[in-house]
């Protein structure tokens, strides 16, 4: 089975631009989390999805938003950048039952100069 | 959310027992305890999980105290690619949907 697939990679915008990454979740799971990592903060949950719904959110501005697809495949989108957005963006998909593990992506690391 | 504490950095040496510590005094009954880990350059990697009853699976063990309000990932023999920065998080019953992270404990195995 193919794990959880980010793309791109490695991505670098300047301030004021807007990005969307993408996630492919494993084959089968209807939940995507998203999840911004910085050496200062660490990792901080951004938001879930679930069958096309949010279900979750995290403390971040409404600059970051996401959506879901009926595939489960997901988008984030970050407008008006900031230098501080600069962080590892990492997508986390399940099936969608209670406390069930995380399969995670390796990430896009978005870089804003 | 509930708050774990665990040291920030650990050293062991390889194909030697690892004991990771967890505080977290303020669990609520129904909180798991989830342990992920880190590689370099990749995503968080499941690693165990549990409630109260003590833990195994293929890569690891966890212990979890009578009060719960500590326990400890225990990796029976250490690998170099144990090396990692390992995370312990409460979630509630409801789901791994919105896991807090804290900052880890970094494991360094020495060869």
């Known amino acids: 089975k193919a794990g959880v697939t980010q793309t791109p990679r490695y991505l670098i915008k300047t301030r004021g631009q807007q990005v969307t990454l993408s996630c492919s979740p494993i084959s089968g799971h209807r939940s995507v989390s998203w999840y911004q990592q910085t050496p200062g903060q660490g990792l901080q949950f951004l938001f879930e999805?679930?069958?096309?719904?949010?279900?979750n959110k995290g403390n971040f501005p409404g600059r970051f938003s996401g959506r879901q697809f009926s595939n489960s495949r997901s988008e984030m989108n970050v407008s008006t950048l900031e230098l501080g957005d600069s962080a590892l963006y990492l997508c986390?998909?399940?099936?969608?039952?209670?406390?069930?593990?995380?399969?995670f992506g390796s990430g896009t690391q978005l870089s804003v100069l | 959310d509930a708050k774990t504490t665990q040291p920030n950095s650990m050293e062991s040496n390889e194909e030697e027992p690892v004991h990771l510590p967890c505080n977290h005094s303020t669990i609520s009954g129904t909180d798991y305890i989830h342990w992920y880990r880190q590689l370099p350059s990749q995503g968080p990697e499941y690693v165990i999980h549990?409630?109260?009853s003590n833990v195994n699976n293929r890569m690891a063990s966890l212990a979890i105290a009578e009060d719960r309000k500590s326990s400890t990932l225990i990796l029976h023999r250490a690998t170099l690619r144990d090396a990692a920065v390992y995370y312990c998080?409460?979630?509630?019953?409801?789901?791994?949907?919105?896991?807090?992270f804290g900052q880890g404990t970094r494991l360094t195995i020495n060869p």
């Open positions: 999805y679930f069958s096309e719904t949010q279900r």
């Open positions: 986390a998909s399940r099936t969608g039952s209670t406390n069930e593990k995380l399969f």
């Open positions: 549990g409630l109260t």
């Open positions: 998080i409460l979630s509630p019953t409801q789901g791994a949907q919105k896991l807090v």
